[in-house]
């Protein structure tokens, strides 16, 4: 090869790093919303996450996707899926991070935030992993209502293993959990279910159709179907005890724009064996139970994005030059990624504090009341925000970005995911209005939650007025973004008066006090070294 030129002036891989211990944000929500003692477990995760082998695995798994194996070589149907090694790897480690089982595992205050700031550290590592261990961890608030059932595979599904032969739940020591719930003609709207469940000696036998399949390689996994007394929810195992498929077959897996890595399909039930979960009609509460965790789920995993990307994008600039200065040094790059360092800020703690108020609800009505209507405002203001961070992200690395070797380009097709998984934003804003409603309590707790941001800004202070003025009166479906929107803007900035006040400051003047439309239109004066500083996974100076 002719050596025509030598390569200069590309920002290169970042080196290994510790991610948890570099973001100086995490590692104060976990210590603000009592996950201290978790500080080993997250230093270890962290390492993991930074390293070059996990980037290197992720580009592998999501290059080469999953594939349908729907016959052996005999004809004999199997549907099976069959995936990358890098993808094996990857879930073994991410099995053993606890991801899945921590929030039920730790026994302590604060397992929630543990486990969330688990659920964030592999967001920026991979988070086609996340999925299966994100229903996995949220399948126990189905699976408590059905105590036997949860007693047999408690264990399985807690375990820090992983096992990915298609094999018979007894068969095997640790167990996946995934969920088959939407339909063609439904969408988010659950009551439009035609999947058909009869009695089948003390069981059910379930036929019908599934649009979205959720890991179809899951060895049991939750699904609704329509009995006599309505809409209800099943457990079934994806083999049955004699090892043969369960009445599943693949009829295609979804050619997706991002989360590649991780298999959905569309699928047939024909005689799925399924046990009933919860009061027979009354499938859809029960399984709501479960989209409330994958809904906080969705709120971290966007957070996740939002750090990764302005990460790549800070470390990109202080290794690129143009002009005779590194592109951090240039006033204009500067503000844009101070800018995004304040919104990927302000997302990690909006997510952690949802945590922080599902980790109490048992315990305390106050936090159980917040978390119904803080966990879909975070949803949906973390997955609308997600997306133009990660696009921005991307146009700080140039054409570099747009080249599907760098990692940027596959969080851009990863961005939407959030905002749409577990209802989009207008179903989510709806959900919040309902919370706000029809649940005890629910408006006296935001507006404490919110009391600590007064005071220290007139534009906060109105707004906060002007949420609490809402909150009071008649519901208006019109105003539902709008409310959503401010209420997560308020709540974002009361809690970094309270728990990040070096940037507090910053972030109230440009979401609340009136700026540009634009990343980088922030104050003149806003401290952007101190900012950025905060948000380098290395030192920027």
């Given at each position: 090869m002719a050596g025509t030129h030598e390569v200069l002036n590309q920002a290169g891989e970042p080196p290994d790093y510790d991610a948890f211990g570099r973001d100086a944000a995490l590692g104060s929500a976990v210590a603000a919303f009592g996950?201290?003692?978790?500080?080993?477990?997250?230093t270890r995760c962290g390492g993991r996450i930074g390293s070059g082998h996990i980037r290197a695995r992720a580009y592998e798994a999501n290059r080469y996707t999953p594939e349908l194996r729907g016959f052996d070589r005999f004809g004999n149907r199997i549907d099976e899926v069959a995936y990358h090694p890098a993808w094996h790897e990857l879930m073994g480690m991410i099995r053993a991070d606890g991801y899945h089982a921590l929030a039920w595992t730790a026994g302590r205050p604060g397992a929630q935030v543990a486990r969330a700031a688990v659920a964030y550290l592999w967001g920026q590592g991979e988070p086609g992993v996340c999925c299966p261990q994100a229903m996995t961890y949220a399948s126990f608030a189905a699976l408590r209502h059905a105590p036997e059932v949860m007693a047999r595979f408690r264990a399985g599904v807690l375990s820090s293993g992983y096992d990915p032969r298609p094999a018979p739940p007894g068969e095997?020591?640790?167990l996946s959990v995934g969920m088959a719930m939407t339909e063609k003609q439904g969408g988010s709207d659950l009551r439009q279910t035609q999947t058909v469940a009869r009695p089948l000696g003390g069981r059910w036998a379930i036929t019908g159709h599934k649009w979205f399949f959720s890991v179809p390689a899951s060895d049991l996994f939750l699904t609704l179907a329509r009995t006599g007394a309505g809409v209800s929810c099943f457990l079934a195992q994806g083999w049955r005890d004699d090892g043969a498929r369960n009445g599943v077959m693949i009829q295609r897996l979804k050619?997706?724009?991002?989360?590649?890595?991780?298999?959905?399909?569309?699928?047939?039930?024909?005689?799925?064996e399924a046990v009933m979960i919860g009061e027979d009609g009354r499938g859809i509460p029960t399984i709501i139970e479960m989209a409330h965790l994958t809904r906080l789920?969705?709120?971290?995993?966007?957070?996740?994005?939002?750090?990764?990307a302005t990460s790549l994008a800070v470390f990109h600039a202080t290794r690129r030059r143009a002009f005779q200065r590194a592109l951090v040094d240039q006033p204009v790059m500067r503000a844009v990624l101070a800018d995004m360092a304040l919104e990927a800020e302000a997302a990690l703690w909006l997510a952690m504090r949802a945590a922080a108020a599902v980790d109490?609800?048992?315990?305390?009505?106050?936090?159980?009341?917040?978390?119904?209507?803080?966990?879909?405002?975070?949803?949906y203001w973390n997955g609308k925000r997600a997306p133009g961070l990660v696009a921005e992200?991307?146009?700080c690395h140039g054409g570099n970005g747009f080249i599907e070797e760098h990692p940027i380009a596959r969080l851009y097709r990863e961005a939407p995911l959030n905002g749409l998984w577990e209802g989009a934003g207008t179903i989510i804003c709806l959900d919040v209005l309902r919370a706000l409603g029809r649940t005890p309590g629910a408006g006296e707790a935001l507006m404490a939650a919110l009391a600590p941001g007064r005071g220290v800004d007139r534009a906060l202070d109105e707004m906060i007025a002007a949420i609490g003025a809402a909150v009071g009166a008649p519901v208006d479906e019109v105003r539902a973004r709008g409310l959503v929107e401010q209420i997560a803007l308020a709540l974002s900035a009361t809690l970094m008066v309270v728990h990040a006040p070096r940037v507090a400051e910053a972030f109230i003047r440009a979401r609340i006090g009136g700026r540009g439309l634009a990343y980088g239109a922030l104050p003149p004066d806003v401290p952007l070294g101190d900012i950025l500083r905060r948000a380098a996974i290395i030192p920027t100076d």
């Open positions: 996950a201290g003692w978790a500080l080993a477990d997250l095997k020591l640790a050619e997706k724009c991002g989360n590649r890595s991780n298999a959905s399909a569309e699928v047939e039930f024909d005689g799925l789920e969705c709120a971290i995993g966007a957070a996740a994005l939002m750090r990764h109490a609800a048992g315990t305390e009505a106050s936090e159980a009341a917040l978390a119904r209507v803080i966990v879909p405002v975070a949803k992200a991307l146009e």
